[in-house]
């Protein structure tokens, strides 16, 4: 199982400090990073207008509503998406959106009846039906979304960092379907970007570069805190040439064929220069040029980048594969 080191801080910690401290808004500590907001932008209000504007202003009640990302937390004051809807289906079998808001918290003007309100932090979120009574006024209306938020980082070996544009994660349920597949929640997220999701056990998937370099671990999303999570990748940063002296120039127009121990394929490319990063292990380097063939054994190791150069000189047959045989 791959290391992942998590720190969970409590949503009130001010701008991300190192302990946390108590403190008015969740929000705050949401700030501190790049938002990740996956929301359709709306108008700040759409009032819904079902009814004529006359019997709207006569009959329809102020109602507030605020929401919470758990109990004992104070009320957001931004990043929320407000949605009400009319509990029937219109004709195309979907629920018209009655009023939309963004913001904090959202003061609607219903007409009595009932609707379905939904209150969306990110990819967290929750649902309620309201009932709106002919007579009487509607209390405060308190959503309790029981949400936090994640922030994704990792390193190769013991602690070496990874450039940012080199590293991506995807978030999928915790639950394996039938099919054998998790469901996907997000995908393409970037490190050091808050994700905010509803509680619960989640699967993260860490890309290194574009060939290899994976590793897995499951999460848990606690309602209130932002957890920093940081995987661990066995992997490094290879750069391929072939040169006719070491140290040599790299020679241009060549095409590279990158397999493992056992065989398989990992990486193909054509250039001068072929980088990529690779998982911790045994590979074979086959360089093509002017239809000869050349190779050299070269291993890998966590976090430590190289150029491995391949010579340009007569080698023993080793069982190469053929042209053929590579392109298939």
Not at 83 to 96: A, N
């Amino acid at each position: 199982m791959p290391r992942i080191s998590i720190a969970a801080r409590h949503v009130l910690a001010g701008a991300m400090a190192l302990t946390a401290v108590n403190g008015a808004g969740a929000q705050e500590a949401f700030k501190s990073f790049k938002q990740l907001d996956s929301t359709t932008k709306m108008p700040k209000l759409s009032a819904f207008s079902a009814t004529g504007a006359a019997t709207a202003t006569a009959a329809a009640k102020d109602i507030v509503f605020e929401a919470k990302l758990a109990d004992s937390e104070e009320p957001l004051k931004e990043g929320l998406t407000w949605r009400v809807f009319s509990p029937i289906s219109g004709e195309d079998g979907k629920l018209p959106l009655v009023a939309s808001a963004e913001g904090g918290g959202a003061s609607f003007q219903l007409l009595p009846g009932d609707y379905f309100v939904n209150v969306a932090f990110g990819r967290a979120g929750v649902t309620k039906k309201l009932t709106v009574p002919a007579e009487g006024e509607v209390e405060r209306q308190t959503m309790v979304l029981d949400a936090g938020g994640v922030v994704f980082d990792a390193v190769s070996g013991p602690d070496a960092p990874i450039p940012a544009n080199r590293l991506r994660f995807s978030i999928y349920s915790s639950e394996v379907r039938e099919d054998g597949e998790r469901g996907l929640v997000m995908a393409d997220v970037n490190p050091d970007t808050i994700v905010r999701l509803n509680s619960g056990t989640y699967h993260v998937v860490s890309e290194y570069g574009d060939v290899n370099a994976v590793v897995r671990a499951d999460i848990q999303v606690e309602a209130g805190k932002l957890i920093e999570a940081t995987l661990q990748h066995q992997a490094a940063e290879i750069t391929l040439k072939l040169v006719s002296q070491p140290g040599g120039e790299a020679i241009a127009d060549t095409a590279w064929s990158v397999l493992t121990a056992a065989g398989d394929i990992v990486n193909e490319s054509v250039s001068a220069f072929s980088t990529m990063v690779l998982a911790e292990g045994e590979y074979l380097a086959v360089a093509r040029n002017k239809d000869r063939i050349y190779q050299r054994a070269f291993s890998v190791k966590a976090a430590e980048n190289q150029d491995v150069e391949v010579l340009m000189k007569e080698q023993p047959d080793m069982g190469l594969l053929s042209n053929a045989e590579l392109r298939d």
